[in-house]
Every structure is written in structure tokens, then in C-alpha cells.
């Protein structure tokens, strides 16, 4: 069974600074990676995803995120963080031959300005 | 593209009571799930459709949930009687294939307090 671990449940960051939300994943064979982001009293929004190939994997908003095999971790990044960037994130595992998503517990950005 | 619409947003009713919850998915997704998120928690699958066959419903508690998706469109999730542990933000999905790289595309929920 896959497993997904989000070691902070906040994050704190000054508007500028860079953000980093970090991932740890345990599957069985090569995974599909996720992240979403949830605002306050909205559903899940799709920010990118990690399939194969290149280990860094752009997505929406200027985030970015991170793929290493040898430390089975998926961190999420953005260079410059805004506070419109507050929000609570998910990082989530599918195997390559399952449909089934995993979803860690969440990390809490807040970016003060 | 409109996005998964689901209704109503938000939703109090006593223990013991019916309830209800709506969702439109995206035109063309033939998948559709039903996950439940609890405060603090990520969100759990409760049910997974293709078309309008139920193809895992393993995670959902089958005395008191049940679940349908006529025509393979519209999908309806029902609790009764709801229970007090049901409280909880209720989430819909769809994905235009299974598996795969397909992301998930989530509506805004259906927030359930019961009282």
C-alpha cells in the first residue's frame, strides 16, 4: 500500500522569501506525484505533477517542484512566495499501474507580508 | 470548461437524519469519485465510478452510505441515518481516464455538520 508523508504541518514564510512544503512518498515500482493546493472552504486545485523524465516538474502559479527516487521525496518550491500563496497544500502518490491516489495530511502555508 | 459543480455547499441536519449531496462532474470525465475529508486530514476515497458501474466501493461504509451515478453522469452520495462522526467536508472528483497521469479535478464540496 502507498503511503504519503507531509513532515510539516506549517509552514511560515516572508512574502519574497523563497517556499519550500516538503514530501516523502513509499509505493510499490515507480509513482505518479501530485500536488494540489486547497483555499479556504474550496475543493482540491491540480498544481502539477511528476510522470517521468526530467526530475524538475513546473506547474501552475510558479511552482515548482522536485522529484528524487533515492530519497523517495517530492518537495514542493516556489522561488519567491507572494501571500496570495497562503493556503493549505497536498501532496499525493498514484502507482504507475493502479488508480488509486493517496493524500498526505496537508501542510499550511502562511506567507506573511 | 466549467469545473465539477457539486451542491448544496453547505449542510446541518440532527443525527439520525437523511442527507443528501450533488455532483455534476465534467463533461467527458466518464471517472468519478466521492472522497470524504475530515479536519486536519487529507481526503479518503469513499467510491470510485466508471461510467455508471461502482468499481470500488470498498472504503465505503455500506450500512449507512450508499451511492449512485445514473447515466453515468450525475452522481449522487446519500447518508441515513447520519451519524454524528459524519461531520465532515465531502468532496467530488472527476478524471478523464483511470489511473495514469490524469489529475484529479475536485469540486468545492459539500460541507455535512451533524448535530
Known amino acids: 500500500a502507498q503511503s504519503v508523508a507531509q513532515p510539516e504541518d506549517q509552514v511560515n514564510v516572508a512574502e519574497g522569501n523563497p517556499l519550500t512544503v516538503k514530501c516523502t512518498y513509499s509505493v510499490s515500482g515507480n509513482p505518479y506525484l501530485f500536488w494540489y493546493v486547497q483555499y479556504p472552504n474550496r475543493g482540491l486545485q491540480f498544481l502539477l505533477k511528476?510522470?517521468?523524465?526530467?526530475?524538475l516538474v513546473k506547474g501552475s502559479y510558479g511552482f515548482e517542484a522536485e522529484f528524487n527516487k533515492s530519497q523517495t521525496s517530492f518537495h514542493l518550491k516556489k522561488p519567491s512566495a507572494l501571500v496570495s500563496d497562503s493556503a493549505l497544500y497536498f501532496c499525493a502518490v498514484r502507482p504507475l499501474r493502479d488508480y488509486k491516489l493517496s493524500f498526505g495530511a496537508g501542510t499550511t502555508v502562511t506567507v506573511r507580508a | 470548461e466549467a469545473g465539477v459543480v457539486q451542491s448544496p455547499r453547505y449542510k446541518i441536519i440532527e443525527k439520525k437524519q437523511p442527507v443528501a449531496f450533488w455532483c455534476n462532474p465534467i463533461?467527458?470525465?466518464?471517472?468519478l469519485y466521492w472522497y470524504r475529508q475530515n479536519l486536519g486530514q487529507g481526503p479518503e476515497l469513499l467510491i470510485r465510478y466508471e461510467n455508471e458501474e461502482a468499481v470500488d466501493d470498498s472504503q465505503l461504509p455500506k450500512d449507512r452510505f450508499s451511492a449512485e451515478r445514473l447515466k453515468g453522469v450525475d452522481s449522487t452520495l446519500k447518508i441515513q441515518p447520519a451519524e454524528l462522526g459524519d461531520s465532515a467536508v465531502y468532496l467530488c472528483?472527476?478524471?478523464?481516464?483511470?489511473?495514469?497521469?490524469?489529475?484529479?479535478?475536485f469540486g468545492n464540496g459539500t460541507r455535512l455538520t451533524v448535530t
Open positions: 463533461s467527458g470525465h466518464n471517472t
Open positions: 511528476y510522470i517521468t523524465g526530467d526530475n
Open positions: 472528483a472527476s478524471s478523464l481516464a483511470t489511473g495514469g497521469a490524469s489529475p484529479l479535478h
